[in-house]
């Protein structure tokens, strides 16, 4: 789930740390 993490990263890049946080462990 790579691919998602990255997509959501990209366009949320105001929150990066929260959206890489939450995707990690929501995704996970």
Known sequence: M???T???H???QGSC???S???R???G
């Open 17 to 19: 740390q929260i959206t």
């Open 2 to 4: 790579l691919g998602e």
């Open 6 to 8: 990255d997509s959501v």
């Open 25 to 27: 462990t929501g995704a």
């Open 21 to 23: 946080l939450s995707g």
């Open 10 to 12: 990209v366009e949320e």
